[in-house]
């Protein structure tokens, strides 16, 4: 069965309010959706928008537009639980300009990467539309960004619930730089729409087709069965209702990317994605359904790995989390290097990061040469002997050779060691120094 691949990237006082709020809004039975959207970029998309909002009529949904400047995230998150009390609202889609909140003292309910909070604000704290769909979580306002206008910093209350349970999803729509961004916008919204409509064409072309062949001769059922198996490929790829105004089949193979950095690298936490997906996409969990994950350290070469899984012709979703650049992302650990200086540095880098982690006592460096510190001139060189024995080759320096009291063992990087020569060093490092009491 051929489908098409929903891709999720995975990687903020309002004044002269404006909503179109359509009559039928909030009747018993029928869900409503909110497209809040910006008075700049709606003046500059308002036909592509209109179309938008008009088409989820087809999903049997009642669409309704809130335009304004949006100074601060406080009167956008005012509006939605509003409308999820009074109309139903079951879900809002933000586009253009909307404020970014940006949380702090709510990482554990993140999987995005841990920064200490004692950096500043716009390196350790968590954007978030969690503060726009969950109505049960308390913030506290702390401060808007001096150079970001649209991001402002909440910290999450102690006396709030600290898990999330939203009320509403969310979804936001916002073109990456570079771009026109109200073409992009204009034009995304109009493919979304000529897909809800092609989905319930396909549909009514397999009706169509299903009566014909059931009043038909053998020879014109013959005709309508080779009709209908074209229809019906249409059908799988169009049919069902996907989440963010995308028509999609339903899902049960899902596909989970995890790039470098992605959650400080845990693998842990994956189960905690794992067990999110199933309860979020239940086909999933139905006879044939799947959800893999894939990590950038599974494979030296992860690219193939993961270009391989995205052409899958079963594959409904993928997700790809992954840490980067605007013009780059690393899908590996590290990124190409074409000089032995470059490759030298990323191995002295990813040899002193993963000690550390690991517990030892490394003295700062920029050359190849990286001292591990042991501070005991017999503890250097049982630790050097142990180590030999597990195929690292490595001496003890102690006094005279370095001052009294600062006993260590020096280890040589070289620009022609790779991931797996480090990760093998590091390892015998880590069982040596358990055994020796160095770390714990």
Known sequence: MTRKTLFLAIATVASALSISLPADAGKPGRASVAVVIDQDCYSQTKDAVNEYVDAMELDG???????????????????????????????????????????????????????????????????????????????????????RKDFFYYSLAPESPQQIRSDIYTARIKPAQGQDKYKAIADFLRKAVRTKKAAIEA??????????????????????????????????????????????????????????????????????????LHEQIPSVNKPGGKVDFINFDFDKSVKTRLLSALGDEDLDVALLHHHGYNDMQLLNGSPYESTPDGWLALARNYFREKMLEAGFDIKPTQSAICAVMLYDAKLSQVMAARLQEEGIYVTGFFYPVVPKGQARIRVQISAAHEREHLDKCIGAFKKIGRELGVIK
């Open 203 to 276: 549909a009514g072309a397999k009706a169509s087709n299903t009566a014909s062949s059931a009043s038909g001769s053998i020879a014109g059922a013959k005709a309508s069965v080779s009709t209908n198996t074209a229809a019906t490929a249409t059908t799988d790829q169009a049919t069902g209702r996907g989440t963010n105004g995308l028509a999609l089949a339903e899902p049960d193979r899902v596909m989970f990317f995890a790039g470098h950095g992605y959650n400080s690298e845990s693998m842990v936490s994956r189960m905690n994605e794992y067990k999110a």
């Open 61 to 147: 949904k009642t669409g309704i537009l809130l335009i304004d400047e949006w100074g601060v995230p406080d009167s956008i998150r005012v509006r939605l639980e509003t409308l999820h009390r009074e109309k139903a609202l079951e879900g809002a889609v933000l586009i253009g300009d909307i404020p970014v909140p940006m949380i702090r003292d709510a990482q554990h309910l993140s999987s995005a990467f841990k920064m200490d909070q004692k950096r500043d604000w716009k390196e350790s704290s968590i954007p978030s539309d969690r503060y726009y769909d969950d109505f049960h979580l308390q913030f506290n306002f702390l401060s808007r960004d001096k150079d």
